[in-house]
């Protein structure tokens, strides 16, 4: 599977909420700043960014709750591409508890490439296209839950 470490971390009591479980919201973070990571290493920079006036955008966004994650937990997502066409991606992170090696929750975004100053979707340079190529990976099945 070809798929690039994106992120790396750990849960802290802060993240915990009233069952003591990490809560969605920090998921949904961890997996942010995955995004970013995956988006610099297919060459959507920071700088690319802002020179050329574009952005992303999520358009949808599907999270698996596979294994509860607590406080203390060490966790790494690891990201793939699932496909890129003209304008938008469609990409995997899978994050997984270090300690144990089970997969704790994936998601599956689909983001939009925008320019910024018009507001609307707008073509991947060909360098993007080609990066994220090489990163496209069939996901496997999730573990039973459980």
Not at 60 to 73: C, N, S
Not at 86 to 92: A, D, E, G, Q
Not at 101 to 116: F, P
Request: glycine share 6%; aromatic share 8%; charged share 20%.
């Amino acid at each position: 599977m070809n798929t690039l470490l994106t992120y790396r971390g750990t849960v802290y009591p802060w993240h915990c909420d009233q069952v003591g479980h990490m809560n969605v919201m920090w998921y949904v973070g961890k997996f942010d700043e995955a995004t970013w990571q995956l988006f610099n290493a297919i060459g959507l920079t920071p700088s690319y960014l802002r020179t050329n006036e574009r952005g992303m955008a999520a358009v949808d966004q599907h999270i698996t709750y596979v294994k509860e994650l607590h406080a203390g937990a060490v966790v790494s997502i690891n990201s793939s591409v699932k496909e890129v066409h003209h304008k938008r991606i469609t990409f995997v992170h899978e994050m997984r508890n270090d300690e144990t090696g089970e997969v704790a929750a994936r998601t599956t975004l689909v983001a939009v490439h925008m320019d910024t100053a018009a507001r609307k979707s707008c073509a991947f340079p060909t360098s993007v296209l080609e990066a994220a190529q090489a990163l496209i990976a069939e996901a496997p099945p999730l573990p039973p839950v459980g």
